[in-house]
């Protein structure tokens, strides 16, 4: 079934703008329910110490509070749920200490949760949950994950042993690694820091809770990636209420980028409360609040080893890392270092013989989970960096270097998908063409002229490569939950034709800036044969929509766009049938292109407008169907898919100061089939902005105290504007041989490109210049690229 | 304590007793309850509550309601005319300059007063008055394209 009036593929202008740009976009913190009270916590200043006493008896005698509650009150409840669970090397199930609500015995990071106060204004709220006297005895704090595994170190849970959640191992067995890399002609290696990073959606999260006595229903507005994941771990895992007396809706979400598809405690607490108090409950962080809360990303240490023959090809790869998880679990956290980063230490090359070691730790930090990439840019950003710092090291091109051991082309329908050492199937690649096509751009053949030109001009100008590879599309249910999942990761999709032919497509994919409510309507507008206007996305209401599972890993449109792609195909088997019967022809012989349904090499045909009305007004019918226009679908996909590309970044150093500033950035994606260029490319720059914002601007930083020293916009960079030049992009196309759109989705390549090349760009300015520096600390901040020249 | 104040918002005379310490961007989120403009942080860096006070893109977290008083306001809600987008609204949309749509007020409000006084910016120009206003989707490429194009249209339409 193929597209039939051009819809697919069209960079059509998106329909939810309209709100946006009016000021009339819903999101959580916008909407007003009659007799709204506000929540305030009262949070630790310490990032460990023992509670020894709380005194709420101030507080409550405050103007305006409703209630206050504290650890005490909440012991009996669950804590929230860690959905991914991965074993030890030897077998043992990893370390997951409780998560509570709120904290009643000893605090693990600062910003921990105290007491929750609901008053009838914010500030009254706040001003009470300020009047709460806790009293705390300070403990000695970790934060460093490779030093929080040392004998001696103080312990973020007491039986948590060394702090260690598990230990993992993936690839091939080790001894064959190390042989092969003792055997080595030339070994590259490189120890460096994955720093720690701060998602910044600009929406804070926002909660706002209601509960109906006479229906006995909950209600809770989040600002959430994955409404029904929510209601799943909420109703089941925490608060023990009744599934279908839970009613939860992600109405507009100003961006997520991974930080919101977690389940966090103030969500359970609001939902409890508000039945509690008999009133509806908001709670929206502050900004420093979301800086301490919502769960960060990478803060890997890690030492890599690229192993080389006399002709410059790979043959092995060593990697040992510690991954930091933060002071508690939080939803995907365990999967993030292992199975969306081991596995991809394949990268694009041939590489026989790899072996990652992995200690997850438990430091009194921040949670970390998954943020735009989730495993994989720390995976590429390993790979890239070894790989271009090898031909530095050994007066090899980068680009010819990485031509030499790229895995050779597969489309993976003639040629089979390509078995990684590292557990997975590719599904279709072709990486040979996405370099060729940047180093086009670029004008590679010019390009060490100008750097040499430059350096004589007293600048250093540096080119850096990164040929990346992604799993996304999240994924196979059997393959997770083999993997430790705890939940199926297929897709739903179900689309209600009216009886006027109008369509109503509900999905369980979920929009926070990725325009679903376009592209979505034009896969069924396309495919329908029908026009854009007559098709309504629904997303993001768990009353809506049958079920789902959100939006992350950049699976929408494989996944859930599949899922609505099998329901169409089922409308299309249907309305064939009414229409065989009601054109007195057999089934098989009709054809639906247009928008119309034809007997074969006749002109007789009825429109799609005309089957609907059939379907809801039966009167003339085949008689063994079922009246009605609705499929609901479960999209299970084969595989992850793999999208690829090229990223190349240009820089100049200032010889004097240090400064970087990034001239170019080249960006050759390969996500397979595109349904709208327009919003690829915007996902591609806002992707690509992140990683560079690693690369040179942002980090966490953690004193030796466990205080976040950078916790505002006044201290944490974020790129803006003046940082940025403008972006060259272009496509290649690769179609995914295992879903039906051919797509393999685009939310988080840039980021995973892009970081890698910054730095290896720096690098390369740098040795040009007779600094041969293997590594610089992201990020790359003037003052550390001086000293690097400095020696 | 009270205070009165009296604010004339997209067109319309408000008056309201309100807390000495009530900021703006609340006054017109709460009580006016025109939320286009958003709170993205709370030290006046990400510019998602600017709105324009006396025609002058102001962050509305940075004054008090108490301070408005007096003021002319334009909110994202009050820049069309007539149900007519205003030409950087429509140069938005055409360029994809937003996706999550939650900086999108600000930076819409921003660039208004920017092209004000530059009604002919470069691209360098555009960069720094956005210096202001954080973006986390968009990368601000198509922000940049989409403000250039508007300049474009609103020069076009002032020759006609």
Redesign the interface.
Known sequence: MSATNGIIGQSV??V????????????T??I?LPGQTYASFTRSPHAHAKIISVNVQAAKAMPGVVAIYTGADVAGLNGVPCGWQVNFKNGDTMKEPKHPLLVADKVRHVGDPVAIVIAET??QAVDAAEAIVVDYEELAVTVNAAEAVKPGTPLVHDDVPNNICFDWELGNPKEEVDQAISEAAHVTTLEFVNQRLVP?????RSYISSYDATSEKYTLYTSTQAPHLIRLLMSAFVLGLPEHKVHVVGP????G?GSKCFHYTEEALVTWVTKKIGRPVKW?A???ESFLLDAHGRDHITKAEMGFDNDGKIVALRVKTFANLGAYLSTFSTCVPTYLHGTLLQGLYTTPKINIQLTAVFTNTTPVDAYRGAGRPEASYLLERLIDLAALEMGRDPAELRFKNFIPPFDGVNQPGYQTQVALQYDSGNYHGVLTKGLEMLCYSNFREEQKKASQNGKLLGVGFSTYIEACGIAPSAVAGALGARAGLYEVGQVRVQPTGKVSVFTGSHS????HETTFAQVVAGKLGIAMEDVEIIHGDSDSVAFGMGSYGSRSIAVGGSAIVKSIEKIVEKGKKIAAHKLEANADDIDFANGKFTVKGTDKSLSFGDIALTAYVPHVYPKDLEPGLDFSSFYDPANFTYPFGCHIAVVEVDKETGEVKLRRFIAVDDVGNIINP??V??QI??????GIGQALFEGAEYNEYGQLTNG???DYC?????D?P??ETANQVTPCPHNPLGVKGAGEA?AIGSTPAVVNAVIDALWSGGHKVKDIRMPLTSERVWKAMQG | MSIKIQVKVNGVEYSHEVEPRLLLVHYLRDVLRLTGSHIGCDTSVCGACTIHVNNKATKSCTMLAVQADGCEITTIEGLATNGELHPLQEAFRENHGLQCGFCTPGIIMTAVDFLQDFPDPSEEDIRQALKGNLCRCTGYHNIVKSIKHAAEKMKEEVAV
């Open positions: 202008k998106r939810e703008d309209k709100r946006f740009i009016t000021g009339k976009g819903r999101y913190d916008d007003i914010r500030e910044s959606a600009i929406e804070p507009d979400v100003g961006g980028f929206t502050e900004r420093h926070h800036g990725q325009g327009m919003i490319e915007g720059h806002g992707g690509v902005v992140q505002s916009y006044m974020i790129p803006r504007a003046d940025l403008m972006f840039g």
